[in-house]
Every structure is written in C-alpha cells, then in structure tokens.
Nanobody, 123 residues
Framework: QVQLVESGGGLVQAGGSLRLSCAAS???????MGWFRQAPGKEREFVSA????????YYADSVKGRFTISRDNAKNTVDLQMNSLKPEDTAVYYC?????????????????WGQGTQVTVSS
C-alpha cells in the first residue's frame, strides 16, 4: 500500500511562487508520479507528471513554462515548483502515483492519491 502526503500549499498573490511537495511511503519502485488539481465545480485535471527515472516529464498546456516537476527517489518525494501563478491556478492540488509506471492524463487511471493541498492565488 502506498500513502501520499502533500504539503506546501497556501495563499499567494498573482505572479508569485509556491513549491508543493509530495512524500510517499511504501513501495513506489518504477511508479510514475503526477500532480492533478481540482477547482470548485470542475473536474479533476492533469497538471504534470514524471517518469520513474525522471527523464520524462509532462505538463498541461496551461502550466507549461511556469511549473516544473521533479522527484528524488532516494527520499521518495516528488515536488512541483509553481512560478508566475495566476488566479486560475487556484485549486486543490493532488499528488498521484501509478504502479504501472505509465503517465496518463486521465485521473481515473492512477492508483494512489494524496489528500490534497489548497493553493489559492489572489489577483
């Protein structure tokens, strides 16, 4: 069983930065890791993901060039550096893990989820 715990959310002004971190416990060998977000009244959407080795990264078009995903397999963590934040980035951000090691943008295909961390960007 894998448990994921997110941290680092908060309130920030537009143009500011936040760094989210996800700590995983349990066996995550060969797992792909990702970040999703869900705004009120909207469906959960893909934000970014990273392969096991970190050599492949993926981003939603809406965050490309502003967000950077990274992972440290020795520490079992995955981070999301978010720069140039916009009010439309406001959402609950979730960390996810895929045991098949495959990066998919459909949230229904991911196996494990954290409890989420709130990110609020004020205008």
């Amino acid at each position: 069983q894998v448990q994921l715990v997110e941290s680092g959310g908060g309130l920030v002004q537009a143009g500011g930065s936040l760094r989210l971190s996800c700590a995983a416990s349990g066996r995550t060998f060969r797992y792909a890791m990702g970040w999703f977000r869900q705004a009120p009244g909207k469906e959960r959407e893909f934000v970014s993901a990273i392969s096991w080795g970190g050599g492949s990264t993926y981003y939603a078009d809406s965050v490309k060039g502003r967000f950077t995903i990274s992972r440290d397999n020795a520490k079992n963590t995955v981070d999301l550096q978010m720069n140039s934040l916009k009010p439309e980035d406001t959402a609950v951000y979730y960390c996810a893990a895929d045991s098949a090691g495959v990066v998919r943008r459909d949230p229904r295909r991911w196996d494990y989820w954290g409890q989420g961390t709130q990110v609020t960007v004020s205008s």
